[in-house]
RNA sequence: GGCCCCGUGGUGUAGCGGACUAACAUGCCACCCUGUCACGGUGGAGAUCGGGGGUUCGAAUCCCCUCGGGGUCGCCA
C-alpha cells in the first residue's frame, strides 16, 4: 500500500496560477520556504514543497511538520474543510516529498510552539500532493541521535538532510563567500590550476593518474598549488588566491582527508609583514561575522618566535586561551641527587614542567593516567609534585610536599621551579626530564591534556597568534642532511643568510603559521626569488645541480625570466569551518568525506576497474585486496 | 605499521559464563483517537549478538585470529 502507485496517484492537480502567483506554463511547487513563514505571513496563501518532518495523526486531525532548507513548519489537515487533502496526508509517511497549498495562519491560542521558529503560525491545507514516497530511511532524520559513522557515510545523502548537519554547509557558503568578497575587495584575482599535474617527490605521497596517451607516465593530483602559484607570480600576476583542492595520499585523522581544502594566496613585491597583517585582517574581520558570540583580543594578533613557542609552550602551534607555561629547572637538577637527572643533563637534556592550577587535588590514579601521554611522545615518565599548606611558595617546607619522587628532590628544586611557573599552594607541579624534543612534545600533550581536565579552554575564546622566525632546516638523521621545515622555496631571513654557510641548523626562515586555539590554521612563506640563494639551498638539502634541475627546472627556468619578490599563505578551509561550527572533525563539514580508511561507503570508492580500461593505460595489476562493497543492510521497511 | 576504544532487532542502548526461549527505548505495521508538536492508547512483526576458530556440560558474555568504524603515534616537504 504504501509504496503503491495509488499513492502516487492520490493527488490533486498539480498546484498552478492562482491569485497571479504562479505562471501557467509552468509548473511551480513552492511560493515560500516552510521555515521562513512568520506572523506577518498571516492570511496569505502559500504553496509549500518539502520532505516529511514528522507527522501527528489525530484520527482527525492530521499535523505533518513539513520540513525544507530553510526549516519546519506545522501544516494542518482537517478532514472537515479539506477532505481530500487530509487523505493523502493519513497516506504520507516520513520523509515522503510533499506539495502542499494552504493558508498561513496564527496558530490558535496556547497552542503556539515556542521552539521552533515558525511556531506562531502553522499552514492550513487546502490541497496536496505526494510529489515522492520514501522508504524509511536508515537512521533517524528528525532525531537529534549518534548514528554509526559508517551508516551515516553509506547515507550520506540522508545524514546531510539532518538540519544540524545542514547548517554546517550553510556556514562553510558563507566562509567561502567571506574570503571571495574579502580578497575581491582587496585586488586578488582567484586563479585555477590544473588538479592533473607532476608528481614531486618530496613530501606526502602523491594521488597518481595514468596517462593514456604517454602509457607508463603518470600525472599526480596537487598536493597543493604551491608551484603554480608561484609561477603564476612569474607571470606577473601579483595578487592570486584560489580555494583550491589539496590531494595526500597520507593516514587520515580527525583533521585530515585524502582530499581537502586550502586558501591558497600568493602575491609579489611584498614581504612577511604584509601577508600577516592580510591574514590577520581576514580573520579579525570573519570571526565577528561569523561566529559573534566569541570573544576575540583585538589586532594585532600576538606575532611569538619559533625559539619562543617551543620554549614556552613546547609546541609550535600554542593553544593560548590558557597559561600554564612551560618553565626550565635545568640548573636546578643538580641540586638533587636523583640519576635520572644527571643522566639527562649529561646527554643535553633538559628538566621542563608548568603547573596545574588546583592540581593538588588530583588522585594518585589521575596523575598516573598522565604518563601514558608522557610515553606516547617517547618519554620514559613524568614527575608530579603537589604543593600542599598555607602560605607562599618561600615557606615550602618538605612537609608541604607530595610527590612520588619526594626523596629524590631537592627543595630548591621545587620552589625554583614554583616560582618560575607562578604556582601556588593547591597547584600541581608536573615535570619532565629528557631530550628537549621528547621533554617539549610530552609537556605539550601533558598541557593540552591538563586544559581539558580543568576546563580552561575557552570554547567561546577565538585565541588567535602568529608563529614566526622558523628554522630553514632540520636535520635528517636517517638521510644524513638538511631537511626543509616547510619548503626548499623558502627564504632565509635576510640577516640569517651568511649562516647558510657557517651553520645552517641556526638560519631563520621567513615561514610563518597562523595559529588558532592550538589549531594550525595555515601556513606559508615568503620565496627564494634570487637563483644563488636557492641554488645554495638546494645543495643544503644534498640535491646535486642535476638533480635539483630534474625536479625543479621548470621552476629554476621559470626565475631566470624575472621572478618578483613573493610569498603566500594556505589555510585550511575545512578546518576554518570545523572551528567555526564547533565539528569534532573536518568530516562533518566535508559533504562527500571517506573513512580513516580511504573508502567512500556511499560511491564505493576506490573500486576495481575493467581489463579494458587497464589494457588502454598499458597497467598490469601484480597485487590487489578486495574493496569491501558498500555496507549490507540497507531499510527493511519495504521488505515487510 | 604500533597503541587505545567500539561492533547486540531498522536506529540508539542494556546484558559481560547458566534464570537470554536476548531486555529497554524509539522506529516500523495494524486498529483507535479533532490541537498535537519526541501527540496519546491497544496489539503485532522484527536481532542468534561483525565474521571465523577455540575453551566449556553450557558463550552475546572467556581466549585466539580476522574484518569494519573511530581516536592517536609514526607519516602528513
Redesign the pocket.
Known amino acids: 500500500?504504501?509504496h503503491s502507485n495509488e499513492a502516487q496517484n492520490t493527488h490533486i492537480r498539480l498546484p498552478a496560477g492562482r491569485h497571479g502567483l504562479l505562471r501557467e506554463t509552468k509548473v511551480h511547487y513552492k511560493t515560500h520556504y516552510c521555515g521562513d513563514l512568520r506572523k506577518g505571513d498571516s492570511g496569505q496563501e502559500v504553496l509549500l514543497a518539502g520532505w516529511v518532518h514528522?507527522?501527528?495523526?489525530?484520527?482527525?486531525?492530521?499535523?505533518i511538520?513539513l520540513r525544507d532548507t530553510r526549516g519546519l513548519v506545522?501544516v494542518?489537515f482537517?478532514?472537515?474543510t479539506a477532505p481530500e487533502a487530509h487523505a493523502v496526508a493519513e497516506q504520507v509517511?516520513?520523509e515522503y516529498v510533499l506539495c502542499v497549498r494552504g493558508t498561513v495562519?496564527p496558530?490558535?491560542a496556547?497552542?503556539?510552539?515556542a521552539?521552533?521558529p515558525s511556531?506562531e503560525v502553522?499552514v492550513?491545507a487546502g490541497e496536496a500532493q505526494i510529489l515522492n514516497t520514501a522508504k524509511?530511511?536508515?537512521?533517524?532524520i528528525?532525531?537529534e541521535?549518534?548514528?554509526?559513522?559508517?551508516?551515516?557515510?553509506r547515507y550520506r545523502y540522508l545524514d546531510l538532510r539532518r538540519i544540524s548537519v545542514h547548517d554546517r554547509f550553510a556556514v562553510r557558503h558563507r566562509v567561502n563567500k567571506y574570503i571571495r568578497d574579502f580578497l575581491d575587495a582587496r585586488g586578488f584575482y582567484e586563479i585555477e590550476t590544473p588538479i592533473l599535474t607532476k608528481s614531486?617527490p618530496?613530501?606526502?605521497?602523491d594521488y597518481l593518474v595514468p596517462s593514456r596517451v604517454y602509457p607508463g607516465n603518470f600525472y599526480a593530483l596537487p598536493?597543493?598549488p604551491?608551484?603554480l602559484k608561484q609561477l603564476l607570480m612569474v607571470a606577473g600576476f601579483e595578487k592570486y588566491y584560489q580555494i583550491a583542492r589539496c590531494f595526500?595520499d597520507?593516514?587520515?585523522?580527525?583533521?585530515?582527508q585524502a582530499e581537502f581544502t586550502q586558501l591558497d594566496l600568493e602575491m609579489s613585491f611584498i614581504d612577511q609583514k604584509d601577508i600577516l597583517d592580510l591574514i590577520e585582517e581576514l580573520y579579525a574581520g570573519m570571526i565577528p561575522a561569523l561566529r559573534p558570540d566569541l570573544k576575540l583580543a583585538p589586532v594585532p594578533f600576538p606575532r611569538l618566535a619559533y625559539d619562543d613557542v617551543m620554549r614556552r609552550y613546547g609546541t609550535d602551534k600554542p593553544d593560548i586561551r590558557y597559561g600554564m607555561e612551560l618553565a626550565d629547572v635545568t640548573d636546578l637538577g643538580p641540586t638533587c641527587d636523583f640519576a635520572v637527572f644527571r643522566d639527562v643533563i649529561a646527554a643535553g637534556g633538559q628538566i621542563r614542567g608548568f603547573a596545574a592550577p588546583g592540581g593538588a587535588a588530583f588522585t594518585r590514579r589521575e596523575i598516573d593516567s598522565l604518563t601514558?601521554f608522557v610515553e606516547?611522545?617517547?618519554g620514559k615518565g613524568l614527575i608530579s609534585v603537589a604543593l600542599l599548606g598555607e602560605g607562599g611558595i618561600d615557606d615550602l617546607t618538605p612537609e608541604d610536599i607530595r610527590s612520588p619522587m619526594h626523596r629524590y628532590l631537592s627543595m630548591e628544586l621545587i620552589k625554583g621551579m614554583a616560582q618560575r611557573t607562578g604556582a601556588k599552594r593547591g597547584d600541581l607541579l608536573i615535570l619532565v626530564a629528557d631530550e628537549p624534543k621528547v621533554a617539549s612534545?610530552a609537556l605539550d600533550?601533558l598541557r593540552r591534556e591538563m586544559a581539558a581536565r580543568l576546563n580552561l579552554a575557552d570554547p567561546q575564546v577565538a585565541a588567535c597568534c602568529f608563529v614566526v622566525d622558523f628554522p630553514l632546516f632540520d636535520w635528517s638523521e636517517s638521510e644524513q642532511r638538511w631537511?626543509?621545515?616547510?619548503?626548499?622555496?623558502?627564504a632565509p631571513k635576510a640577516e640569517d643568510l651568511a649562516l647558510l654557510e657557517t651553520d645552517p641548523g641556526k638560519a631563520r626562515s621567513k615561514a610563518y603559521d597562523f595559529v588558532i586555539n592550538g589549531m594550525e590554521g595555515a601556513g606559508g612563506s615568503i620565496r627564494i626569488h634570487r637563483r644563488e640563494v636557492q641554488e645554495k639551498v638546494f645543495e643544503l638539502l644534498g640535491m646535486a645541480r642535476e638533480e635539483a634541475q630534474y625536479r625543479f627546472g621548470h621552476m629554476l627556468e621559470a626565475f631566470e625570466y624575472g621572478a618578483p619578490p613573493h610569498g603566500g599563505i594556505a589555510a585550511g578551509i575545512d578546518r576554518t569551518v570545523a572551528f567555526f561550527t564547533g565539528a569534532?572533525?573536518?568530516?562533518e563539514v566535508i559533504a562527500f568525506?571517506?573513512?580513516?580508511?580511504?573508502?567512500d561507503?556511499m560511491m564505493g570508492a576506490p573500486s576495481p576497474v575493467s581489463p579494458k580500461q587497464l589494457e588502454e593505460l598499458g597497467i598490469a595489476i601484480t597485487k590487489s585486496?578486495e574493496?569491501?562493497a558498500p555496507?549490507e543492510?540497507a531499510?527493511?521497511?519495504d521488505l515487510?
Open positions: 500500500m504504501r514528522r507527522r501527528r495523526d489525530h484520527g482527525r486531525l492530521i499535523f511538520d506545522q494542518v482537517n478532514p472537515k509517511r516520513n495562519s496558530r490558535p496556547g497552542t503556539e510552539n521552539g521552533l511556531g502553522e492550513v524509511t530511511p536508515p537512521f533517524y528528525n532525531e541521535v549518534e548514528v554509526d559513522e559508517l551508516l551515516r557515510l614531486t618530496e613530501g606526502a605521497r598536493q597543493s604551491q608551484q595526500r597520507e593516514d587520515f585523522r580527525a583533521d585530515r601514558q606516547d611522545q617517547g612534545a600533550a631537511d626543509s621545515v616547510h619548503h626548499p622555496f623558502t569534532p572533525n573536518i568530516r568525506p571517506k573513512t580513516q580508511s580511504a573508502y561507503p585486496t574493496v569491501i555496507v543492510g531499510p527493511q521497511a515487510q
